[in-house]
């Protein structure tokens, strides 16, 4: 198992390097970081643009530009001025990447419990009425926007805050401004309360994929040599589904998971701007509005090494559960 | 088409006679023969569903390339009527500003389809490509083309293409180009796989003792032997380009007014789901319908053209 695990932590290094070269080629891709200051009416000096240039690094080669990106990124953790001066990038991701991995934590979390139960369930009992109303949520939630979904839930929130005339639901921001209740306890019932609905929306985005996936590897593996040798040989039906179908059905469900991560962090950034939330996603926004390259780089660069490093855990968790990879 | 025969046979199967109009064997127990294409269209034919999805999809994409020709107003048409509730004369009501829903959930609907069919189509062929030339000539171009595959993966998508599309500005083929760009590596990898299968068959082997040029085994032996998959991922990704689309639409780096898209008229309505439901529910319900009838139609089409992948239904 060590030297499987040090075989898939060295795989994933150079996906990190590469995944840097393409981070910064597409968002040199994306446009001028000066244009708002070039475009200001009276226009600026010379002098100060050509400062900014130099302050931004843009007056270098495309070569030199990077190296210098990575250079500060590896050697001291910087990543980058910003184009507002007083910014500090580092800080900036790091303040709303914890929002944003909550977020996406608690909804991987429910949709995978669900996900499981209910594709087991469909396909132990398969054409049944329990089967056939999974299957239609399922696809239901597949083709549904994210964020007019979210829109959605957000305005059933206010009707029945306003019908109860109580505020039961958040609907908008990661956490109160002003807490009446200023304890530990307080400040996590208030986050907590403020993740319900988008916790919602997005965790059935997950949903959705994975519980059509759980089902068909489940009947899959139902349909096997081994589970038929099982039932042969006499052993008790749910002993036979959980250890021989559910635990070889799930296998490739680690894969799938891991490879939706990049597509749910997309969904994140839908859910956080409905609900308002100061994290990675209005911090993405914010940085395509300015144009702020460095800021654009260090976000999907962060959102790139997370999805590494859930394949890395899928890879890893994939050897525990199943021996014939890890020997391989 | 053979004839059932009559005759007497000596013993079952073996040849009678044949045929001289259409050299034909003539056997006993004779079944009419169908191609491959009647197969898999009497498989796809008993999947309700899916041929119900199947009327449903072209049914919505008359309506919003035919519609917005026969319906009295345009999505540009300013009406005098401000925030009226859906009636006759406006069957979907108007927005603040007077214009008619129905025209501009047409209109939305029309650009939306455009670009998710787009989308699918950008997907597929360079994907079909980048997988074919991958799986085929393996090594080095192999090891290239699907590391960079997985580099695209590991990054949102909708975070690049937002980033793409802020700057190379927001005309529906600019869209549809950004978004099958970055789906192409997806589709890449499944073709792939099935071509490094497909590559070892006999068929291929005979074709290369023959003489048959790289080019030809690609074209006239991998591709089609690989298109049952193709199509398959051709149809879903038509949902899920259009949930793309309207997703980037709605973040303001899609399609942008004064042009519209479902996305673009769900952004605009979003405030007035309590107090002017309808144009909000309208352009979301289009998106769900187009969505969840290409689903379905690429679940049924999987069925019917790849048998072996639902090997759970007869």
Do not use: C
């Not at chain 1, 979904?149 to 009707?159: D, E, N, Q, R, T």
């Not at chain 1, 998971?257 to 100061?278: K, P, R």
């Amino acid at each position: 198992m060590l030297a499987y695990t040090i075989r898939r932590v060295l795989i994933s290094i150079p996906v990190l390097i590469g995944s840097t070269i393409l981070v910064f080629i597409m968002v040199k891709l994306s446009g001028d970081p000066l244009e708002s200051i070039k475009l200001r009416n009276p226009p600026p000096p010379p002098q100060t643009i050509r400062l900014e240039e130099h302050r931004l690094g843009l007056d270098q080669s495309w070569p030199v530009q990077y190296w210098d990106w990575l250079k500060g990124l590896v050697l001291h953790g910087d990543f980058g001025a910003a184009v507002a001066p007083s910014d500090n990038i580092g800080a900036e991701i790091g303040s709303h990447l914890w929002v944003t991995m909550r977020l996406v934590f608690f909804s991987v979390l429910i949709a995978l419990i669900l996900a499981i139960i209910t594709g087991v369930l469909s396909a132990v009992k398969q054409y049944s009425v329990l089967d056939y109303t999974t299957t239609f949520f399922g696809f239901l939630f597949l083709s549904m926007p994210v964020f007019w979904f979210a829109v959605l839930l957000k305005s059933w929130g206010i009707w029945y805050n306003q019908n109860v005339h109580a505020d039961t639901f958040y609907t908008i921001g990661d956490k109160s401004v002003v807490l009446a209740n200023d304890t530990t306890w307080g400040h996590i019932s208030d986050v907590a309360g403020h993740m319900i609905l988008p916790t919602i929306v997005l965790g059935l985005a997950g949903y959705a994929g994975w519980t059509r996936f759980t089902r068909a590897s489940m009947l899959e593996v139902l349909n096997s040599d081994h589970v038929r040798l099982a039932r042969a040989k006499g052993l008790r039906s749910r002993k036979v589904l959980v250890r021989h179908a559910l635990r070889n059905a799930l296998i490739p469900l680690t894969t799938v998971t891991a490879l939706d991560i990049a597509a749910l962090l997309g969904g994140a950034i839908l859910t956080e701007t409905v609900f308002q939330w100061q994290g990675m996603g209005s911090l993405f926004i914010k940085s395509l509005q300015a144009k702020d390259a460095h800021l654009m780089m260090g976000w999907l660069l962060v959102s790139a090494t997370i999805v590494i490093v859930f394949n890395l855990i899928a890879d890893l968790l994939y050897g525990i559960l199943d021996p014939r990879i890890r020997h391989a | 088409m053979t004839e059932p025969t009559t005759k007497a046979a000596p013993s079952a199967g073996t040849p009678l006679a044949t045929d001289p109009a259409t050299g034909r064997v003539e056997r006993e127990f004779t079944v009419k023969d169908r191609s491959q294409f009647q197969q898999t269209m009497r498989r796809f034919l008993r999947h309700k569903l899916a041929v119900g999805s199947l009327i449903v999809f072209v049914l919505l994409v008359l309506f919003a390339f035919v519609g917005p020709h026969l319906w009295k107003y345009q999505y540009t048409t300013i009406t005098p009527d401000n925030s009226v509730a859906p009636s006759l004369k406006h069957p979907f009501g108007t927005d603040n500003l007077g214009h008619d829903m129905f025209a501009q959930v047409l209109r939305g609907l029309q650009q939306s389809i455009k670009v998710a069919l787009s989308i699918a189509l950008i997907a597929t062929v360079g994907g079909t490509l980048w997988g074919t030339i991958s799986g085929y000539y393996r090594g080095f171009v192999d090891n290239a083309l699907m590391r960079f595959a997985d580099l695209v993966l590991t990054i949102p998508s909708l975070a690049l293409a937002a980033a793409l599309a802020n700057n190379f500005g927001g005309t529906w083929w600019i869209i549809a180009v950004i978004l099958g760009g970055l789906s192409a590596p997806y589709v890449g990898r499944v073709v792939r796989g099935m071509v490094l299968s497909i590559r070892e068959r006999e068929y291929v082997e005979a074709a290369r003792a023959l003489g048959a040029s790289d080019i030809r085994i690609m074209l006239r032996h991998l591709v089609p032997n690989a298109f049952a998959v193709v199509v398959v991922n051709a149809t879903l990704l038509v949902a899920s380009g259009i949930l793309a689309e309207t997703s980037l639409s709605f973040l303001g780096f899609g399609v942008r007014p004064p042009d519209t898209s479902l996305g673009v008229l769900i952004t605009l309505g979003q405030g007035a789901v309590n107090t002017r439901p309808w144009l909000f529910y309208f352009p979301g319900l289009f998106i769900i319908l187009v969505a969840l009838t290409v689903n379905f139609l690429g679940d049924g089409l999987r069925d019917a053209l790849d048998p072996q992948q639902t090997r759970q239904r007869r």
